[in-house]
């Protein structure tokens, strides 16, 4: 009898559920024995062996990667008119809460071989009313942090790190020091949406950092700016960690090491069914950055874009353009400074990026079964 592949989805949750379900499953039945569903004690657990994993001394769990990034420019002061710079090519969030927040937000172009934001725009885009840099840590690889921060100690300015993809992730010092992502800015943002490189089961997501007066004030901007029971002394939000995604956290996290090495090895299935192929350019991997695979994202040259997302389908293979529409070219984000043609690399990336399956159950059947129906296509 012929074995019957699994269906193939950009993101197997189930399977990875099924490896740890007596675990995540006791973990949410202790909540619902306490019932402490808000800050609950595995909250402050969970807070604690992040802190560990990430070797930071301040974690504060919030209630999504949005809020984070939102929250932690509230905590920094930025002030209407404040200019934000951040990546061009990157998920709108990072983007939204600036425009939210009434900040200003600076878009700069990104290098093209790792995605990464591109630290000499970066310092054209600076002016006196520059306060903050976003860097995103893009498809699980870290931004060039000590070019970043550099520049940033030069003209006093923030960085508040966009991690959302890369928790895991390692960045490697000139001198082969290493530091977590997240872990290096004034601030790190993280979300544990489920797809997510460690993904809860809802929303959920975390702010990072080493300065214990930052930290204060971030737990004060998330709980309603309370400096006291019903003392509140800031305009702050209400953005929460619930105590059953702590739970699964708490287990997950156990698992994130595997996670990203079970990424990595699929990552270089990909990486070496498609090397040297002329249509296809695989991802590069950054000298100063580990890489936790987020997105095994292919540049196409020359290659239908569309036909081969069609092909694909047909033999139900997923694949998905991260990102299809740079931020200046989106509605909500125009604006009479920017206009098509101005970030070449990241428009182009967009016209020609392409995402395959990348999740931590992929085994060597289903890869060998993508990367033939991908190279047949390109090859024909
Ligand atoms: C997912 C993501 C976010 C937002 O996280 P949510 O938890 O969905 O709010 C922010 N930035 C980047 C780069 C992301 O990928």
Redesign the pocket.
Known sequence: MEKVMKKIQMVDLKSQYEKIKTEVDASIQNVLNNTAFINGPEVKEFQKELEAYLDVKHVIPCA????A?QIAMMALDLKPGDEVITANF??V??AEVIGLLGLKPVLVDVIPDTFDIDVKAIERAITPKTKAIVP?H?FGQCANMEAIMELAKKHNLFVIE?T??AIGAEYIYADGKKKKAGAIGTVGCT???PS?NLGCYG?G?ALFTNDDALAAKIRIIANHGQTALYIHDLIGVNSRLDSIQAGVLRIKLRQLDNYCSARGKAAAYYDKAFANNPKLKTPERATYSNHVFHQYTLQLVDVDRAALRDFLTTKEIPAMIYYPIPLHLQKAYMDPRYKAGDFPVTEALCASVVSLPMHTELDEETLKYITDSVLEFVNK
């Open positions: 999504n990667g949005t809020d990034l990157t998920y969030a990072t995103v893009l966009d959302a993809q979300s544990f949406f997510k929303d997501g």
